[in-house]
């Protein structure tokens, strides 16, 4: 039986499809000969199948990185939903669970590993990595791991190490935005054999582009959700807007709720399900809504912030239409927008001088000593850090992220920590401490039967699960590691909706701490370049050409390098009605 037959009875098993969206069909192909391929599919365009489906075809199982656990949670739930057996590890879960969800990866009969880019580099992963029989390694949200993209993740870097672990196994990177300069970066750092870049195109001709310029942004935005019928989302910047929004539709009749990533995980999860089940209307968020959310039927995304990059803003109007029928992506502005977008510039990049000097006020915040602190974790609060040391809290928390992305340690915005902790005594110590306390014996010991590795780093743990097991209260279990906390005995870190800093290496002294300036002023240019080109899209005049000028999806496809491409028709510059019939 035709290869291809077999692909399109798993396509329609599963799926329920019986035809391919454009280029998937070359992308699955070239997966399946055993080759390195990079996908640029928009939003919407079905990147996910691109490697599922080859995945399914394939002795073993595929090993999928993805940046975020929300997304992580959500395409292991629609897999299970199909019937495919999918697992996931991420960092909200303890030893035991990612000991157990590993094994049943090498001896389970499962065809998905999804996994948060940090995972790559814990011991316990890369011991077990090579007990499996791995399809695919998959690179999800591939831009993350260029440093010239605008989504930068340092730990996406440990994903070529990885290869090494895994010769043969071939890599499906996807991703929705790529300028030719960054889809070149992500072929490099994933150690691409030969160029294999497969892309779509950037139209979407179901979509209308529309910019308004206008000081009435409620008005706007209300005018925009009387006009169009179905579901929208409006993204903001800050997360008090986001409430503020919400409360000024539903004052004037729209069922709307809000989102950002301060809300509790039962609260995000609430809304969100009733967002996606049409119970709410509009939602306002944050950028931390929207990614991997299957919803084909929204019909509109109302910018209400100039985003700072048009990758970021083209991902999240994408989220419109992706049931191909007519929908809208509006972006309101005024001079205020453009004022804030240069304020932006300047806090982002503040000089190395001052870096360097949030270098060591970091260390000294958490009384670390220079050529200690490696490996050590702590709870993070921005606002205190800033408090302590009379810091712009925008200024300092940019420096931050600057010092994140040369490596020196990383900064997690998880709001739902689980309980860690690490021994800070050798065995021999702790011996002579379990030999003075019988009570205190039993614990310790059920602590290192139950998570080994407790010497070497810092473990997740479950306080729940030690109750049950040593068959005591909870309220017990935490006393426990409190008195053992306080004799030095061990470190403890109780469970927090709390970001939590990881140093990566031991407190440098000034003279040993690098920071290239070679990079600085790169990232400072390309970031310039990002923000001129948000500028060039939403100017009713641009410097390109007429043709560009004369439509808002040509402005954006030829940012992502495609040149020839024709007239939308619909947009805002194409047919000036359109925005008529909005507003």
């Known amino acids: 039986m035709c290869i291809f037959v077999i692909v399109l009875e798993i396509l329609k098993k599963y799926w329920g499809y019986t035809s391919f969206r454009p280029k998937q069909e070359d992308i699955i192909t070239s997966a399946l000969a055993g080759e390195d391929v990079l996908a640029i599919l928009p939003t919407g365009g079905g990147k996910s199948l691109c490697f599922q489906l080859p995945a399914m075809m394939r002795e073993g199982i595929a090993i999928v990185v993805s940046p975020l656990i929300s997304l992580i949670k959500d395409q292991v739930q629609n897999l299970r939903a199909r019937g495919i057996k999918a697992l996931a590890v991420h960092s909200g879960m303890t030893r035991r669970e990612i000991d157990i969800t590993l094994d049943n990866a090498v001896y389970g009969d499962y065809k998905f590993l999804y996994l948060s880019p940090e995972r790559l580099r814990t011991e316990i992963f890369r011991k077990r990595v090579q007990k499996m029989q791995v399809s695919f390694l998959v690179v999800d949200e591939a831009h ?18 990885i290869r090494e672990l895994l010769p043969g196994v071939p890599v499906v990177a996807l991703t929705a935005t790529a300028t030719p300069s960054v889809a070149k970066d992500i072929e490099e750092k994933l150690h691409f054999p030969k160029d294999n870049i497969i892309c779509s195109g950037f139209e979407r001709p179901n979509l209308s582009y529309i910019v308004r310029k206008t000081e009435d942004k409620f008005g706007a935005l209300l005018a925009v959700c009387r006009a169009v019928q179905g579901t929208g989302i409006v993204y903001v910047r800050e997360r008090k807007a986001t409430r503020d929004i919400a409360a000024f ?185 379990q030999l003075r306390d019988p009570s205190l014996d039993t614990f310790v010991k059920a602590l290192m039967r139950i998570y080994p590795g407790l010497f070497s780093h810092m473990v997740s743990i479950d306080e729940d699960y030690i109750a049950r097991v040593i068959q005591q209260p909870v309220r017990v279990v935490k006393l426990k590691l409190l008195n053992l906390s306080r004799s030095g005995v061990l470190r403890y870190i109780p469970r927090a909706r709390s970001p939590l800093i990881c140093f990566a290496g031991e407190r440098l002294t000034p003279q040993n701490l690098y920071l290239s300036e070679k990079n600085y002023v790169q990232r400072k240019r390309l970031f310039k370049e990002r923000l001129d080109a948000m500028y060039t899209y939403i100017s009713p005049v641009s410097d390109r050409s007429a043709a560009q000028s004369a439509c808002r999806s040509r402005r954006l496809s030829a940012y992502f390098g495609q040149e020839q491409c024709r007239p939308c028709g619909i947009c805002d510059l194409c047919a000036p009605g359109e925005a008529e019939l909005l507003f």
């Open 144 to 161: 993350c791991i260029s440093q010239w993209g605008y989504d930068f993740r340092p730990d996406y870097l440990q994903i070529a190490d």
């Open 249 to 433: 539709l539903q004052s004037q009749g729209v069922d709307a709720g809000f989102y950002h990533a301060g809300l509790s995980k039962e609260e995000r999860s609430a809304v969100q399900e009733r967002w996606k089940r049409g119970e709410l209307r509009v939602i306002a968020a944050t950028n931390a809504f929207g990614m991997g959310i299957d919803k084909p039927d929204v019909r509109f995304v109302c910018h209400f912030d100039v985003p700072e990059a048009v990758e970021s803003y083209y991902q999240e109007a994408g989220r419109a239409g992706r049931d191909g029928l007519r929908s809208w992506a509006v972006l309101l502005w005024n001079k205020s927008d453009l004022k804030r977008l240069e304020a932006i510039y300047q806090t982002t990049f503040p000089g190395l001088d001052y870096i360097a000097d949030i270098y060591q006020k970091m260390y000294k915040f958490f009384d670390i000593a220079y050529e200690d602190g490696a490996g050590a974790v702590y709870k993070f609060n921005l606002m205190e850090f800033v408090r302590r040391y009379r810091l712009n809290a925008a200024t300092a928390y940019n420096a931050i992220k600057y010092i994140e992305t040369a490596g020196y340690w990383s900064v997690t915005d998880e709001i739902d920590n689980p309980t860690r902790i690490t021994f800070t005594v050798n065995r021999d110590d702790l011996y002579r401490i």
